[in-house]
T-cell receptor
C-alpha cells in the first residue's frame, strides 16, 4: 500500500495570506489527524476527522480549520497567516483500531 | 497537565545499547508509542505498548512500562549510525486518536 501523502511538501507564504494543505491517507484508512510541529512548542494536535466529521480538536485558534472528503482525503486551512504559523504540518491516517501512520509533512514558512 | 517529558540528548557509541526515557502524566492513557524522526522527514512508528503490559520486545527494540511511576523507556540494542534521529514518545488519550507527544530525544551515534 502507498503511505500517507501530503502536498505540497514545501510552501512559502506571506503574513495575512491563507493556505490550504492536503493529505491523502493510506487506502482504506478513514481517520485522519493533523499535527503541528515547531521547535518551540514541539508536536501539537490540531484536529481529527473520521468519516467526514471532526471528532476532536486541539487548542488552536479558529484560523485553523479542516475538512475531510468522502474519499477520506483531508485538507487543512490556515487563514490570516502569522509568522508563528511557520511549522511542519504532519498528517496521520489510521484504520479503525490500528495505529497512526504519518506522512512526510508540509513545511510552511511564513514571511 | 499534558506534559510528556524526555531528556533532550543522548550520545552512544556504535554497537552499544541506547536507553531513551519518557515520563508521561495521564494514568488513563491506553497506548504508549515510540516514533522516530530523521532530518527533514515525518514520523516513523517504531513500536507501541498497551497500558496493561510491562514489556514488549521487537527485534532490537525493547519497551519497558512502569505504570506506577508513569515511566516508559525504549532500549535499542546494538545501536547503529542509522539509528541517529530524534525519538518521540507519545501517549494516546482513551478512545480518541489524539496523541500527546514528548519533547523528543536526539540520539547521536558515534562510529
Amino acid at each position: 500500500k502507498a503511505g500517507v501523502t501530503q502536498t505540497p511538501r514545501y510552501l512559502i507564504k506571506t503574513r495575512g495570506q491563507q493556505v490550504t494543505l492536503s493529505c491523502s491517507p493510506i487506502s482504506g484508512h478513514r481517520s485522519v489527524s493533523w499535527y503541528q510541529q515547531t521547535p518551540g512548542q514541539g508536536l501539537q494536535f490540531l484536529f481529527e476527522y473520521f468519516s467526514e466529521t471532526q471528532r476532536n480538536k486541539g487548542n488552536f485558534p479558529g484560523r485553523f480549520s479542516g475538512r475531510q472528503f468522502s474519499n477520506s482525503r483531508s485538507e487543512m486551512n490556515v487563514s490570516t497567516l502569522e509568522l508563528g504559523d511557520s511549522a511542519l504540518y504532519l498528517c496521520a491516517s489510521r484504520e479503525v483500531n490500528d495505529e497512526q501512520y504519518f506522512g512526510p509533512g508540509t513545511r510552511l514558512t511564513v514571511t | 497537565g499534558e506534559d510528556v517529558e524526555q531528556s533532550l540528548f543522548l550520545s552512544v557509541r556504535e554497537g552499544d545499547s541506547s536507553v531513551i526515557n519518557c515520563t508521561y502524566t495521564d494514568s488513563s492513557s491506553t497506548y504508549l508509542y515510540w516514533y522516530k524522526q530523521e532530518p527533514g522527514a515525518g514520523l516513523q512508528l517504531l513500536t507501541y505498548i498497551f497500558s496493561n503490559m510491562d514489556m514488549k520486545q521487537d527485534q532490537r527494540l525493547t519497551v519497558l512500562l512502569n505504570k506506577k511511576d508513569k515511566h516508559l523507556s525504549l532500549r535499542i540494542a546494538d545501536t547503529q549510525t542509522g539509528d541517529s534521529a530524534i525519538y518521540f514518545c507519545a501517549e494516546r488519550k482513551g478512545a480518541t486518536n489524539k496523541l500527546i507527544f514528548g519533547t523528543g530525544t536526539l540520539l547521536a551515534v558515534q562510529p
